[in-house]
């Protein structure tokens, strides 16, 4: 049974709006939502917190509806970016707030702070006040104070933003312990695309109000639906053609210049012909002669430019006016002897070539 289920929710804000969002996630799932600023990520989540009645749509928790519900009877806690602790009490006592509604007896209540805070690694900071912490330290305070009443959904808003990058990672590898040690479902907003490699389940992607895709990171990042999203999570190889025949499992789009591009995928809607055609650079194989392969999509070009990026070089190669970007080794760069004008050929699987339906951005 889906866990939570937000059934074509609208909320209008002004400039922060949600257009009849639908998501759906399991129990313990970890989902990571991603997209621009002002796309509607923490209208969104506010809305499933509870502070802001739909103007339509419904939500479900557990198979109950709690659309009109208020906040504290939902079993939902939300961490923010700027962390929200109570400035006069102290790391204890911010930890304890929420439990001490619950709980009465005081042993209890030291067990179970002590439990959470050491889960964190914040157990030695007790007697301290806000104040005083790191960013990271304060973080850590504002998940525990989060966690500690055992709610059934953690929402957490651009929770690791205000972090340098160490702390940053620190935190991802530990909060990816505790979630799962606690068997808590987590949303969690994010613009940093480490936080989905690193934590995310499932990942759902926003862009004006609207959720355009949502499935597994492989499903979202390898198979984009949508053509914001193909440009969105990195899909540097989206072109426009037209679906010329489907035969055998195989699709042929033609681009401009009767550049040809077979993919294993077929259109989402089957009649329309004006489609898209995306591969990923990763999976684009260059090569100094032609690559003896099954592989159905291999073509001669010229190396326009390349870029080196760490460990990794980007190489822009012209197909007859249609430019592919691939990305290679440096091992590969070296043995390739890849240069501005020098004839290359590039290879990629049909199964790599995703067809998307051209959507209005």
Not at 224 to 236: E, K, L, M, S
Not at 279 to 296: A, D, H, Q, Y
Request: glycine share 6%; charged share 20%; net charge negative.
């Amino acid at each position: 049974m889906t866990f939570l289920e937000v059934q074509n929710v609208s909320v209008d804000l002004g400039e922060f709006h949600l257009a009849h969002a639908n998501l759906k996630l399991n129990k313990n799932d970890y989902m990571v939502i991603i997209g621009p600023t002002g796309s509607g990520k923490s209208v969104l989540l506010e809305t499933i917190a509870g502070f802001y009645n739909p103007d339509n749509g419904k939500i479900f928790l557990e198979g109950n509806e709690i659309t009109n519900l208020t906040p504290e009877n939902r079993g939902i806690s939300i961490v923010y970016q700027d962390y929200m602790l109570f400035p006069h009490m102290n790391i204890f006592e911010n930890i304890a707030y929420g439990l001490k509604k619950k709980i009465k007896n005081q042993d209890i209540i030291k067990s179970k702070v002590l439990e959470m805070a050491e889960l964190l690694k914040i157990d030695h900071l007790f007697d301290r006040n806000p104040e005083t912490l790191s960013g990271g330290e304060k973080q850590r305070t504002a998940i525990a104070r989060s966690l500690i009443v055992e709610p059934k959904i953690l929402l957490m808003d651009e929770p690791f933003a205000a972090l340098d990058v160490n702390t940053h990672a620190y935190l991802t590898k530990l909060i990816k312990e505790v979630i799962t040690d606690c068997q808590t479902t987590c949303i969690h907003v994010s613009h940093n695309f480490n936080d989905v490699y690193n934590l995310a389940e499932q990942v759902a992607v926003m862009k004006d109000g609207k959720i355009l895709q949502q499935g597994t990171c492989q499903d979202v990042f390898s198979k984009p639906t949508h053509n914001f999203v193909a440009d969105f999570v990195g899909v540097h190889n989206v072109f426009e053609g037209t679906v010329t025949e489907i035969k055998n499992g195989i699709t042929t789009v033609k681009l401009k210049n009767d550049i040809l591009i077979r993919s294993a995928d077929t259109p989402p809607k089957t009649k329309q012909e004006h489609v898209l055609a995306a591969v990923r650079p990763e999976n684009i194989i260059i090569s100094n002669e032609p690559f003896l392969s099954s592989l159905r999509n291999q073509m001669k070009g010229v190396v326009e430019d390349f870029i080196v990026r760490g460990p990794t070089v980007w190489v822009a190669t012209n197909v007859n006016g249609t430019v592919f970007k691939g990305m290679i080794t440096l091992s590969s760069y070296d043995l390739l002897k890849i240069e501005k004008g020098k004839e290359v050929y590039i290879s990629f699987k049909s199964l790599n070539v995703k067809i998307i339906d051209v959507y209005e951005s």
